[in-house]
């Protein structure tokens, strides 16, 4: 079998198409050759032990796993001997007294020896002198103020004061605002004149009329031709500009009074919701009207 062979009108795509080809390449039912059916099967036999338990089975991991004196360890080095100190230690008084010892009393230092055969010797008679005769003896060394040397001063010129009148706040804000120039005195651009107007005094179509305004353009019920439209090639009307005038046209006055009087009841009937015969009626006899839509449909 081909792929594309399925039978469909469109070609398959996807895992589909990949199915179908992988398919063709398999062997059909008939296609396997199997070995003799006649030959010998050899034989086999039954186990007949149980199975282990799950403790069966962890006594059987365990045997291998050894126990804990079966690991090897190093010998701990051999402990020296010992013995308790049975001395008596020394109170504080025992030191001070240790320490003592150790110093030499007050006879045991060693004096110079004393110069022998010495001479005489003399008292001396002179008077000293007493704070106040040395503040005196320091004081004639000192010169007196008028002995100091002094150099020889400019003498002084005349002066004179001050008769100004200093300026008060006021005044100094007298003085700025004088050099501020007003609100005229600042250039300014010159702006451009206003150009003139004009009111619109033409006055605005109301809906109605602009109704019988389109509505002059159409033909009317008896100016259709249609034994001849399928003869005559009709000319291409050029579109009129809304606000130029339109041509006048000769309407008849049937047609403009039944066209008014169907504009007048559309206007109506978007307005208030009903049509004009209802509200007649409804004038009429206001009890004989459903207050309910009308089923009439609307122009």
């Not at 050899?42 to 059987?60: E, F, P, V």
């Not at 005044?171 to 609100?183: L, N, S």
Request: proline content about 13%; aromatic content about 8%.
């Amino acid at each position: 079998m081909k792929f594309g062979d399925h039978g469909l009108k469109t070609p398959l795509r996807g895992t589909l198409a990949y199915n179908c080809l992988q398919s063709g390449k398999l062997p059909g039912p008939g296609a396997y050759s199997p070995a003799d059916p006649k030959g010998k099967i050899n034989g086999g036999k039954w186990g007949k032990h149980s199975a282990m338990s799950y403790i069966d089975t962890c006594l059987l991991k365990t045997r291998g796993i050894p126990g804990p004196s079966a690991y090897g360890a190093p010998k701990p080095a051999p402990i020296n001997g010992g013995k308790f100190s049975i001395s008596q230690s020394k109170s504080d008084i025992e030191w001070q007294m240790y320490r003592a010892k150790q110093i030499p009393g007050p006879g045991q230092y060693g004096n110079p020896k004393a110069p022998q055969g010495g001479g005489g010797g003399r008292f001396s008679t002179a008077n000293p002198k007493g704070e106040t005769d040395w503040i005196v003896y320091r004081a004639k060394g000192i010169p007196a103020p008028g002995e100091y040397g002094a150099p020889s001063l400019p003498p002084p010129r005349g002066g004179r004061f001050s008769t100004s009148k200093p300026k008060s706040d006021v005044e100094w804000m007298i003085a700025r605002a004088a050099q501020i120039p007003g609100p005229s005195q600042y250039g300014a651009p010159p702006l451009p004149k206003p150009s003139g107007g004009k009111f619109n005094m033409s006055k605005a179509k109301s809906s109605i009329d602009w109704e019988v305004y389109r509505c002059k353009d159409k033909p009317g019920p008896g100016a259709y031709s249609p034994e001849r439209s399928m003869h005559v090639k009709h000319e291409k009307r050029l579109p009129r500009s809304i606000s130029a005038p339109p041509e006048e046209t000769e309407v008849p006055e049937p047609i403009l009074a039944s066209l008014h009087e169907t504009l007048t009841q559309r206007l109506y009937h978007a307005q208030t919701g009903s049509t004009v015969e209802q509200a007649t009626a409804r004038a009429k006899d206001p009890g004989s009207m459903r207050t309910g839509r009308s089923t009439r449909r609307p122009f």
